[in-house]
């Protein structure tokens, strides 16, 4: 008996439902999505049914800019699954959009000593390993890195 490779183990991958498929087709070309009221002007993530602040709102979808700044970030060394064994370490960033909703993503092309609160970010989905289309953030042309440190 072999034991089966890590890279062989299903991805473990997000449900693509009614609700977020808009979302989703906006990631394979390119673009991330965000709900807005038309109501009361709110923006939300992830998406949800109805406007938080009421049921009764309407929902539409605006495209993101893509301008987000860092909120905090950790680096994954030990495999929550056997699907991502292969990919340690990597970094999941909790960035807040300009639009303002909070949103957890990958992040890339930064070292962990550049990581300060605050650091101008660009969220774009983005191909991965698993073959899914992911919004990645990566640090914005010309960001300086001003800001705090992250705590360790
Ligand atoms: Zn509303």
Request: with cysteine; charged share 20%; aromatic share 4%.
């Amino acid at each position: 008996v072999t034991e089966p490779r890590a890279t062989s183990e299903p991805r473990v991958v997000p449900e693509e439902t009614p609700l977020t498929a808009p979302y989703w087709a906006a990631a394979r070309r390119g673009t991330v999505l965000l709900q807005r009221c038309t109501d009361c002007g709110l923006v939300w993530h992830p998406p949800a049914p109805t406007c938080p602040a009421g049921p009764a709102h309407r929902v539409e979808w605006v495209e993101a800019s893509g301008r987000a700044s860092l909120v905090g970030a950790t680096s994954v060394r030990h495999a929550v699954h056997a699907a991502v064994a292969d990919r340690l370490p990597y970094l999941v960033a909790l960035v807040e959009l300009e639009e303002g909703p909070l949103f957890v993503c990958s992040l890339a092309d930064v070292d962990e000593e550049q990581l300060v609160r605050g650091l101008p970010l660009t969220l774009a989905p983005g191909p991965t390993p698993g073959g899914l289309v992911l919004p990645v953030a990566r640090p914005a042309a010309g960001a300086d890195a001003a800001g705090p440190a992250l705590p360790a």
